[in-house]
Structure formats: C-alpha cells, structure tokens
T-cell receptor, first 112, second 114 residues
Framework: SQQGEEDPQALSIQEGENATMNCSYKTSINNLQWYRQNSGRGLVHLILIRSNEREKHSGRLRVTLDTSKKSSSLLITASRAADTASYFCATTKKGGGSRLTFGEGTQLTVNP | NAGVTQTPKFQVLKTGQSMTLQCAQDMNHNSMYWYRQDPGMGLRLIYYSASEGTTDKGEVPNGYNVSRLNKREFSLRLESAAPSQTSVYFC?????????????FGPGTRLLVL
C-alpha cells in the first residue's frame, strides 16, 4: 500500500496565485521528498526535508513537515503556467535506507 | 552527463511474450531502482540494487526479475508478460542505499501488454 496520501488529487489555479499541496504518511520517516513529473516524463527532485526539520525553502518552494501529525505541505508561490505538472511526495523510512515510498500525487494545473 | 537512460521508450507485447527493459546511469551511483507507475497513482518499487552484485525485492516484485550487470546497468525482465503489467516503468539511481538522499529518474518506458 502507498505510504503517502496526497490532497488534493487535483488543483487548478490562475497564474500568480499560490498552490498548496498536502501529504500524509503512516510510519516514522527519515526524510520526506517532493518530486515533480511533467506529463509523459520522468520525475525530477524538488526538495528534501529531514525528519528533524520543520520548514525548508528553495526558490518559490516552501515545504513544511509536522512529524507529530505525520504530514507535510508543499507551497508554490507566484505560480506560472510552466508549474503545471503532477507533484508527488515520497518518504524514506527509518531503517529503510534510500528506498522511497510514494504518494499518489497531486495534479496541478496553472492557467495562464 | 546523460544521467539515467532507459530503453526502449515504448513497447507493445502480446501476453506471454518476454522482454528486458534496460537502464544505465553515468553518475557513478551505487544504488539503482525499478518502479512502475499505473494511471493516477504514484510509483511503486519493484526491485532495487543497493550495490553491484546485490538485488532485493521491493513492494511489487511478482512477475519480474532483475540483473545488476555492472555498476552502471540494471535491467528488468518480464519473463511472461501479462496485461496487468501494462504500465510505465521508471529506473532510478542514488549515491547509495544508506545515504537517504535523492533519487535521479530516467524518462520511463511505456509498456502495453495486449
């Protein structure tokens, strides 16, 4: 079964707006990563947050992690049409090394 | 650097046929992985190789075999394809299994089993 569940499954916004995607997971983790997948392409790593971190920024991306609630959120600020893609969270479990368990993803559409 | 490459890009098989999906990485990574992605779902781990000479089952290994040919190459074989194996297959690599760092993905192989 999938470790992560993402919410919402689909999100449609206008260019310039912010997009927030949420991810929940079930077991203790070492880190949580967010990946992006453009239609018909492979996954590209966006950002990694470790279990002892609460917030991380990278450009227009902001990730938060709440280990007490076993949840994370990805915020994309000032979205662009080029941000249209599927976004997946993935976790590494304690004792699981680099093996990733993926959520089902959020399909983000940014309308120009 | 090409990163992670996969061949073929697309394949159609009949039920019962066999085929091998090829994957290679040029980043000198120790660990490699095979995932499948079904429509509307995240990726599920089929097999992985922590280092050259070792392979282990992931979440959904049934119907597949793998070979870690050398440090660069990790192949996935379907001995007798079934329609349930219609999917997009992604290969990935990382520095090593214990680093818990990011994985780098190939562009995927789309497989249709009729």
């Amino acid at each position: 079964s999938q470790q992560g569940e993402e919410d919402p499954q689909a999100l449609s916004i206008q260019e310039g707006e912010n997009a927030t995607m949420n991810c929940s997971y079930k077991t203790s983790i070492n880190n949580l990563q967010w990946y992006r997948q453009n239609s018909g392409r492979g996954l590209v790593h966006l950002i990694l947050i470790r279990s002892n971190e609460r917030e991380k920024h990278s450009g227009r991306l902001r990730v938060t992690l709440d280990t007490s609630k076993k949840s994370s959120s990805l915020l994309i600020t000032a979205s662009r049409a080029a941000d249209t893609a599927s976004y997946f969270c993935a976790t590494t479990k304690k004792g699981g090394g680099s093996r990733l368990t993926f959520g089902e993803g959020t399909q983000l559409t940014v309308n120009p | 650097n090409a990163g992670v490459t996969q061949t073929p890009k697309f394949q159609v098989l009949k039920t019962g046929q066999s085929m091998t999906l090829q994957c290679a990485q040029d980043m000198n990574h120790n660990s490699m992985y095979w995932y499948r992605q079904d429509p509307g779902m995240g990726l599920r781990l089929i097999y992985y190789s922590a280092s050259e000479g070792t392979t282990d089952k992931g979440e959904v290994p049934n119907g597949y075999n793998v070979s870690r040919l050398n440090k660069r190459e990790f192949s996935l074989r379907l001995e007798s394809a079934a329609p349930s194996q219609t999917s997009v297959y992604f290969c990935a690599s990382s520095e090593d299994l214990d680093s818990q760092e990011t994985q780098y993905f190939g562009p995927g192989t789309r497989l249709l089993v009729l």
